[in-house]
T-cell receptor
Framework: GDSVTQMEGPVTLSEEAFLTINCTYT??????LFWYVQYPGEGLQLLLK?????DKGSNKGFEATYRKETTSFHLEKGSVQVSDSAVYFC?????????FGKGTMLLVSP | EPEVTQTPSHQVTQMGQEVILRCVPI?????FYWYRQILGQKVEFLVS????????KSEIFDDQFSVERPDGSNFTLKIRSTKLEDSAMYFC???????????FGPGTRLTVT
């Protein structure tokens, strides 16, 4: 079935460091790909999306490019802030579902 | 971004009791979903609902679970006889259609004792 694999966390960075969180997905069908963010005690917020190969989703300084050849959708940010500390979930669309990765916790220290 | 509210924010119940979790989509989307997240684990799909029918459900969504949209606005998830392992955060989501993004509510934390 559909699956999404994310790098294990936590990822610990200093403020202004470069962030990469790896995500790969199963290549069945033509999924849309998403990154969601979950701040402590809150629900899931859509961070960005890409609907077809080579699309780049971006929002709030975060970017991810839909790479069909490597079945990847890695999340990047050039300079993280303390306020970016959260759990990040990669997801792919299915028939009428979203399949999520296990989530990667990001901890940013001042 | 479309809004979804959920009530209650936290529900504590005893094993074997029935619970009803409620979701109120503020915006006008056609597809409704329930997901759950056991503490520290991944978000898992339970069921999708379109045009007053279940369109897809997971293995988790067994006969103990049911969904309905009784008055055209609220969307409910009922667990008939709760078990300890039903303790989790339950998220309602809405979306414009299959393959598109989904917008999540803040969740209901269900604790079964």
């Amino acid at each position: 079935g559909d699956s999404v694999t994310q790098m294990e966390g936590p990822v610990t960075l200093s403020e202004e460091a470069f962030l990469t969180i790896n995500c790969t997905y199963t290549a069945t069908g033509y999924p849309s790909l998403f990154w969601y963010v979950q701040y402590p005690g809150e629900g899931l917020q859509l961070l960005l999306k890409a609907t077809k190969a080579d699309d780049k989703g971006s929002n709030k300084g975060f970017e991810a490019t839909y790479r069909k050849e490597t079945t990847s959708f890695h999340l990047e940010k050039g300079s993280v802030q303390v306020s970016d500390s959260a759990v990040y979930f990669c997801a792919r669309s299915g028939y009428s579902t979203l399949t999520f990765g296990k989530g990667t916790m990001l901890l940013v220290s001042p | 971004e479309p809004e979804v509210t959920q009530t209650p924010s936290h529900q504590v119940t005893q094993m074997g009791q029935e619970v009803i979790l409620r979701c109120v989509p503020i915006s006008n989307h056609l597809y409704f979903y329930w997901y759950r997240q056991i503490l520290g684990q991944k978000v898992e799909f339970l069921v999708s609902f379109y045009n007053n029918e279940i369109s897809e459900k997971s293995e988790i969504f067994d006969d103990q679970f049911s969904v309905e949209r009784p008055d055209g606005s609220n969307f409910t998830l009922k667990i008939r006889s709760t078990k300890l392992e039903d303790s989790a955060m339950y998220f309602c989501a809405i979306g414009p259609g299959q393959g598109y993004e989904q917008y999540f509510g803040p969740g209901t934390r269900l604790t079964v004792t």
